[in-house]
C-alpha cells in the first residue's frame, strides 16, 4: 500500500496499450524532423491513398522564419517524380486536410535517401514474407506421435502443431 508521502506514483488504470506509453517518444521523434502532427507519417498512406504511398513518402517539414505555411518534402524514386510533380496541388491538399488547416504551403520532391533512417534506399514496397520453412519430417513424425493418444480430431492436430512448433525451437 503506497503511503501518502511516497515519491513512487501507481498507475490506478489498468493495463495501458503500447501505442500510448509511446506516443510522447513517437511525437519528440517527429517534431525533430518538423512533423508537429505525427498522423502525417504514421498515416501517410490512408491521408494520399495507396498509390501514391507505395511511391513517395514524407521526409520532413521545413517551416519558414514569417511562419506562412511550411515546405512538405517528399522523397520519391526518379522515375516516377513527373507523375507526383503533376499530383503536387492534390498531395497538400489532403495533407493539410489533415492538419486542419492550411499548414502546407509548398511541396518539394526529393530523389535522395532520407538524412536519418536506418534503410538508405529509396524502397517504398514492405518486403515480401519469408516462405514458411517446411518442417523436419523427424520432428513432425515424433509430435504426431506424442499426441497420437488423443481421441478428439481437431485436439490431436493442435497438439501435433504445439508439438512440431516447441520440439523445432533451438534448445537454449
Not at 506562412?68 to 491538399?93: H, N, S, W, Y
Not at 518442417?135 to 493418444?149: F, R, V
Amino acid at each position: 500500500m503506497a503511503r501518502p508521502g511516497d515519491s513512487h506514483s501507481r498507475r490506478k488504470r489498468g493495463f495501458e496499450p503500447a501505442a500510448a506509453l509511446l506516443a510522447k517518444r513517437i511525437r519528440s521523434a517527429g517534431e525533430k524532423r518538423g512533423f508537429a502532427v505525427s498522423r502525417v507519417l504514421t498515416h501517410w498512406a490512408e491521408i494520399v491513398g495507396e498509390e501514391t504511398a507505395r511511391i513517395a513518402r514524407p521526409v520532413e517539414v521545413k517551416y519558414g522564419r514569417e511562419g506562412f505555411g511550411a515546405t512538405l518534402t517528399i522523397l520519391t524514386t526518379g522515375a516516377v517524380a513527373p507523375l507526383l510533380e503533376m499530383q503536387k496541388d492534390a498531395i497538400r491538399e489532403k495533407v493539410n486536410a489533415c492538419y486542419g488547416y492550411n499548414a502546407i504551403a509548398r511541396i518539394r520532391l526529393t530523389q535522395t535517401a532520407p538524412t536519418g533512417f536506418a534503410e538508405g534506399h529509396a524502397q517504398f514496397a514492405p518486403a515480401p514474407k519469408p516462405a514458411p520453412a517446411r518442417p523436419d519430417p523427424a520432428i513432425a513424425t515424433e509430435a504426431a506421435a506424442l499426441s497420437g493418444d488423443v481421441h478428439d480430431e481437431g485436439l490431436r492436430a493442435a497438439l501435433a502443431a504445439l508439438g512440431q512448433n516447441v520440439l523445432s525451437r533451438p534448445k537454449r
